[in-house]
């Protein structure tokens, strides 16, 4: 019998296999969380990751937001960083290869205004070795179209999804928005515009001011919430989205303990990433695979693959007719 | 220089002047490669999730042979006032050493001044005892302090580094203590009246006092290194939260910024677009703290 | 010259007048986190704060959903109460003359499943003697829409207003949902259909499960987050709403200060409604306002309302063009 | 009996068993009207807002004479934890008396039992006192304890109320202490050994425990007051949170609803849809705390 009181096995599987992408374990790091990666190799093993999802990267290098651009909010912050990023040649000559000499596997995330940047990143992209998928941020305004997030509407989701398909076949992973009335919806869109991965959640759209100096905590006035603060919205979407696709999602939102990802595991996602965690704890990632190894063999399973989606939603008692879920 | 991630034991915490306390932490391995200017990130909560983001502290004092170092901080709001009332015995989770710092004066140069206001004499105690020690190397070398501090009770002591023969000079804005001004008013007019001239200055403080003792620097055509301060996340290099807006390199007018926490916290004063720079709103304790 | 370095003067005026609503202070508190108000007598003195408004009403009682109904999350806390509540009839027979025995400024939140159930209510209330508004719940579920709901599609939004309106010649608040693309677009729509105000914003909609026993936090599954979580994205709703209506707008999401208070005023909002808070210190709403005295004598300013909308956002710095606002 | 919210004194804290602490709270207002059944909310955190709400605790020893009652609880998870490092001298905020009470026996009725569970034993001694008082009123009057706890090291001590004169039977699942068994087992076997005949039971434990002492109850066809938990936001009938599936007053087939805050936390077991409950999930320690 082993410590906990179940018995001792040999390590639990922790491999899974997204669609076309297959990872060593269902720990990532999120884009803009964790730099090109070599930020945090003083801390941890790179090569030990899922993956590493770099910083959002666009055709052209990008300054970012005028500061402050990040504040705290209760168990949460807030960032306007403005997709500052070093551009697509300087990541291929510089930062790809930094990853790949620490084994990392790696993960672009990429950016874009308008179809056609989104499109020649991803052509640009498709050569380069050491890339096990893109990840589309749609969460960026499409200028052509008054400057609304390609992510907030089913049709532009897909019209950005179709245009990076055509370019890559790698597999491709679409990030999802929260800040729409109905995820379901864009999910199916970009599913059946050729994304093979759903990831969720991106920031949840947020402000902080300062009632002193009254100015906004942040220059660009609003920011994207991210941390434990938003952990039961990223569940939900999670959970919404899941039921609403068939291809493998990835959780993200507020993931800082084994205990938060395995959450995202229950109601059904594939693998999951850590995003502020690391800027609070350099060792967060690998600290949750840990845990994670430490709660399958605790309970007794041999895959992490046993219990991604378990949840049982059984309810013991009739709902109330016509209540207003989750609204008091 | 590894970065590395340290519980450190609290050792020993003091309050050294009005809402300002100094603490000591045993942390070995920061400590073993830790430089003046550099910083570290603290941990602040114990309990839960809330306050979420640790916060920047520079090393006041580094004590090698004991592992440990010293931070000295003003509670201006609900980090630093949890902060506070930490106990000595507790353990604090911190990273670091981070950032760049402070280098020697080139060879040529013999008279340098250190200008801190308020806070900012926080790394100038550990800076300062390098340069006394530089000085000691040669007798032409001179070391100055120039300290501004709102009023008498903030004034955190100097007399360790007077001993190390820092001279050092204090103003408080009400004059209830050495002169009364600011700290670029004690250090222009003790310059004036004692013939001193620094050939190059290093300078911490509040936003308005480092671009002001910036323009001093630039009339005077003197290199100012200045230790800056920005609202962090990480503080190692990850989130790039801690911009400010910079000169950039190749001296064209389009959008620049600098990190902190990377290229930063030290930088060259010439390198900095004060008149772009949002002050850090302060906020009155009494309604921050409980 | 004062304790706090600022003149002594006479008390600030704390009086706000959102439309036709006179309020002696902009300080509510929160419909479902303040009972019928009685249960708070013993804490406070009802007739202080500028209104109480109730727990959310329906025409038939409702006995809500099967437990568990709340459950924390990291600075929040996730509801899925289901509305339960004693009926118009028993409000109107014991709740009601309980508040007016007390002096407490009474709002009567509202709830249905059909624009003929609020319509039924409305009228119902409309001879009723010491009600100050009607404020209507609008995240219900329209059952004739597939228990879509009402708040989140500007049209069905519009036709609760309209009639709601066509029934009172009360002050009408309408209570949006955060959990809609554009809560300026559904404010807009409110406002044209006669809301006199707006408030904003209800819970947002979240999720949690327990990774041992493998089942929902909640026994509705889904439930609606509160708490200071969620500050930020009110206080981003109330921003875009204050932008988008032209009606005055109260505040409502994570308040447990008066600096947080404050902070909604600041960006324009006439009023605030204490939630979560109430229910960690039945005190909150009474701390809140003397906090908000204290601040307005500080800062040397003779009335609340020379503080609401004073936000500065204009930005020294040119903002990076294109930048994906609050997304990395 | 008027609610009120209070800054109490943290007077002393002991580790009374495994993972098991008694705490004494100063706080005078609240004590002066606290009754045997009744419960207080605690706030956790000191710190932040997480975790943010407070957690309910029974009186476990009402001293009213000196202002103080004392609280019992088992770490089940981070709330219980935190509280568990509160050192003596801290402050907590409480807020109390809430909810229902224990009331006497009827007149006719002379002998009562007393079921505690784990952690269910913290209401029973404070209630097992009174009703001692009330033993010694009539010579006929007899007062057990059936206590169960999983394993010896979790078993609170029982001298106090022994002293007192209630005849105390304990139990444990794995035999460590007492009998072999669960609290049912424990009174239904001392019972038949021992032909105790009560007349009463009040209960307290985990909810299987209770589902199971209301079934034998009903069977014996005696009235079992028990004391309930349910998930709480304020304690103070504020949120209906704290609802649980009961018979409607109607003994229609209707949906309904009682809220342990307060028309609880003691209720009559006949008034409660056993079947419909939804067990409260449990947490290894290990993963929950640090
Ligand atoms: C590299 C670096 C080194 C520093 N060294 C020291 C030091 O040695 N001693 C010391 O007392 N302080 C130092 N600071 C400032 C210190 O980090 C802040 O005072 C602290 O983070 C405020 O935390 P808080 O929770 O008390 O305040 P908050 O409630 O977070 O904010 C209160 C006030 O502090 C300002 N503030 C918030 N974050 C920062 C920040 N990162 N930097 C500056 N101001 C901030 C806010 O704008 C606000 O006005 C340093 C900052 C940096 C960036
Ligand atoms: C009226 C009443 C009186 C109580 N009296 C006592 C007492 O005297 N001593 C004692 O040790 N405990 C008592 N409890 C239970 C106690 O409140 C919980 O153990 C505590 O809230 C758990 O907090 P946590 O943060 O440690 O656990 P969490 O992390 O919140 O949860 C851990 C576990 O505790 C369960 N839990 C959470 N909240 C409650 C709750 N309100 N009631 C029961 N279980 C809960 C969860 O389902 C979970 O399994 C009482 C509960 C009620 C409702
Ligand atoms: C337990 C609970 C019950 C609620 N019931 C209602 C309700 O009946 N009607 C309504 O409009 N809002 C209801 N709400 C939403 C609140 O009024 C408020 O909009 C929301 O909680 C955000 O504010 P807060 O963060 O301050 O709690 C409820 C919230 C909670 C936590
Ligand atoms: C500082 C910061 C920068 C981010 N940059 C990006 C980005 O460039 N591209 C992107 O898709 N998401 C970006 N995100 C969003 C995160 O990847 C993640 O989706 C979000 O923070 C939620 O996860 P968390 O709560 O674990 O942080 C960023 C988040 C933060 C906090
Ligand atoms: S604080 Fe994160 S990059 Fe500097
Ligand atoms: S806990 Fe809020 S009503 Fe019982």
Not at chain 1, 74 to 80: D, E, K, Q, S, T
Not at chain 1, 93 to 102: D, G, T, Y
Not at chain 1, 196 to 204: A, R
Not at chain 2, 119 to 128: D, F, R, S, T, V
Request: with cysteine; net charge neutral.
């Amino acid at each position: 019998m082993g410590k906990d009181g179940t018995h001792a096995r040999s390590a639990p599987e922790l491999r899974v296999q997204l669609g076309p992408l297959s990872l060593k374990n269902p720990v990532l790091t999120a884009s803009g969380t964790f730099g090109y990666g070599q930020e945090f190799s003083d801390f941890l093993d790179l090569a030990r990751l899922g993956a590493v999802v770099v910083k959002g990267i666009s055709l052209e290098p990008r300054p970012g937001n005028p500061p402050p651009r990040v504040t705290e909010t209760p168990a949460g912050m807030l960032n306007a960083i403005g997709l500052e990023n070093v551009g697509v040649e300087r990541f291929l000559a510089e930062k790809l290869p930094s990853l790949r000499r620490r084994n990392a596997t790696v993960i672009v995330n990429i950016l874009g205004n308008s179809e056609q940047e989104y499109a020649a990143l991803a052509e640009r992209l498709e050569d380069a070795e050491g890339i096990a998928a893109l990840e589309v941020n749609i969460s960026c305004p499409n200028v052509k179209e008054g400057g609304i997030a390609f992510g907030t509407d089913p049709k532009t989701a897909a019209r950005v999804t179709e245009a990076v398909r055509q370019k890559t076949h790698r597999p491709l992973i679409v990030k999802l928005s929260p800040n729409v009335t109905d995820i379901g919806l864009i999910a199916r869109a970009v599913e059946a515009a050729g994304a093979d991965i759903i990831s969720c959640i991106n920031t949840v759209s947020g402000m902080a001011v300062d009632v002193f100096s009254r100015r906004p905590k942040l220059a660009n006035v609003l920011g994207g919430l991210s941390g434990p603060a938003i952990k039961p919205v990223a569940l939900r979407c999670v959970y919404q989205v899941v039921h609403a696709v068939s291809c493998p999602v990835i959780g993200i939102g507020g993931i800082q303990t084994a205990l938060d990802a395995l959450e995202f595991l229950l109601v059904g996602a594939s693998a999951v990433q850590v995003g502020t965690a690391n800027l609070v704890r350099p060792t967060a990632a690998v600290e949750v695979l840990d845990g994670l190894e430490r709660f399958l063999r605790h309970q007794g399973l041999a895959s992490v693959q046993e219990y991604i989606g378990t949840l049982d939603t059984t309810c013991r008692l009739p709902q109330a007719e016509e209540a207003c879920a989750g609204d008091g | 220089m590894p970065k590395t991630q340290e519980k450190a034991r609290l050792l020993e915490t003091r309050r050294v002047a009005e809402d300002t306390h100094r603490i000591a932490l045993y942390a070995p391995r920061i400590t073993a490669t830790a430089r003046p200017g550099q910083f570290v990130m603290v941990r602040i909560t114990s309990e839960g999730t809330d306050p979420l983001l640790n916060r920047p502290f520079s090393f006041h004092r580094i004590h090698k042979d004991d592992g440990l170092f010293e931070i000295l901080f003003r509670v201006v709001g609900r980090g630093t006032w949890l902060l506070s009332q930490r106990k000595e015995g507790e353990t604090l989770e911190v990273i670091g050493p981070l950032g760049n710092f402070f280098t020697l004066p080139p060879a040529h140069e013999e008279t340098v001044a250190l200008v801190a206001g308020g806070i900012g004499i926080a790394p100038m105690e550990e800076w300062g005892h390098r340069l006394a020690q530089w000085a000691r190397g040669d007798e032409a070398r001179r070391v100055y302090l120039f300290y501004g501090a709102r009023t008498a009770s903030e004034v955190v002591p100097t007399r360790r580094l007077e001993r190390k023969g820092v001279t050092t000079f204090i103003s408080t804005d009400d004059g209830t203590l050495g002169r009364c001004g600011t700290a670029l008013d004690l250090l222009d007019q003790t310059c004036r009246d004692l013939s001193i001239r620094p050939q190059r200055l290093y300078s911490c403080g509040p936003l308005a006092m480092q671009a002001a003792v910036a323009t001093w620097a630039r009339q005077q055509n003197l290199p100012a290194v200045m230790s800056l301060e920005s609202v962090m996340a990480c503080g190692i290099g990850a989130c790039l939260g801690c911009a400010l807006p910079a000169v950039p390199p190749d001296d064209s007018s389009r959008i620049h910024y600098v990190h902190v926490c990377k290229e930063g916290p030290v930088f060259d004063s010439r390198k900095i677009l004060w008149e772009k720079m949002e002050p850090m709103p302060v906020r009155p304790l009494s309604f921050v703290c409980s």
